[in-house]
């Protein structure tokens, strides 16, 4: 299926984000996208307008709703003890991946700073899950250089963004920053000549719909289970 999508989160997500709408997983995904792109102000200054007297905010707005709240969010909630199979970072900033060190947005090196636990799933894509919420399943996703993830679709939302590397699929390519949003009208097969490290957001399991690889469905609802329980 082809579709056009866009490279931003729609403008609605962004006002619940400063709203505090968003579950924590998805307010991850949209303050590390605002950090990335470097665009907190500009975000802050049209949510102020449109919202106008509903929501009394200051002239430190920008420093008021940064992604040290989230981050503050994140670190109250109890977090599994994980550990990360990769080298010890020299710097709780960046992660390495092969010969690659990638430096993440402050909220997601919070998180990660804890260390990861990193599962090989199949055809080059490793992921490692996080427990931020019990309404979504969140995790790292890396793609191998040369490598792409089955064909599927997806029974609800989930949202990607890119931090480093790209991919591609029908829609087009991704680079670091890019914000995508898929949902059931969505069937594609993201692939990646350079390699690709991810952070996903899902609401529902996805299903993959061609090939042995569909023999995973029932893992993918597992792991979902698992991840929102």
Same mark, same amino acid.
């Given at each position: 299926?082809? &579709? ?29 996208? @605002? ?26 707005? *920008?420093?008021?709703? =940064?992604?040290?709240?989230?981050? *503050? ?10 550990? =990360? ?12 991946? @092969? ?6 947005? *402050? ?13 090989? #799933? ?10 931020? =919420? ?28 890119? @931090? ?15 914000? @995508? ?17 991810? &952070?996903?957001? #899902? ?12 023999? &995973? ?13």
């Amino acid at each position: 299926m082809n &579709f056009v999508a866009s490279h931003e989160p729609p403008p609605e997500m962004v006002e619940d984000f400063f709203r505090g709408n968003l579950s924590t997983g998805l307010s991850v995904a949209v303050s590390a996208h @605002l950090e990335m792109s470097g665009g907190y102000a500009s975000a802050c200054q049209s949510v102020e307008s449109k919202i106008g007297d509903d929501w009394e905010i200051g002239s430190d707005c *920008k420093e008021s709703l =940064d992604a040290a709240a989230v981050v *503050k969010k994140i670190t109250s909630q109890p977090q599994a003890s994980i550990h =990360d199979i990769s080298e010890k970072r020299s710097r709780p900033t960046e992660m390495h991946m @092969l010969e690659r060190s990638i430096k993440l947005p *402050k909220v997601l090196a919070k998180v990660a700073s804890e260390g990861l636990v990193w599962k090989n #799933l199949a055809g080059g894509i490793s992921s490692a899950l996080l427990k931020l =919420d019990d309404k979504t399943q969140c995790e790292f996703l890396y793609i191998k250089p040369g490598a792409k993830v089955p064909l599927h679709r997806h029974q609800g939302n989930e949202f990607t963004l890119v @931090l480093d590397g790209s991919f591609h699929d029908a829609g087009g390519e991704y680079h670091p920053a890019d914000f @995508l949003v898929r949902n059931g009208d969505h069937q594609h097969q993201p692939a990646s000549e350079e390699g690709c490290l991810c &952070f996903s957001v #899902l609401d529902s399991p996805l299903k993959f719909t061609s090939g042995l690889a569909r023999l &995973f469905n029932p893992l993918n609802k597992y792991r979902f289970r698992r991840a929102t329980s």
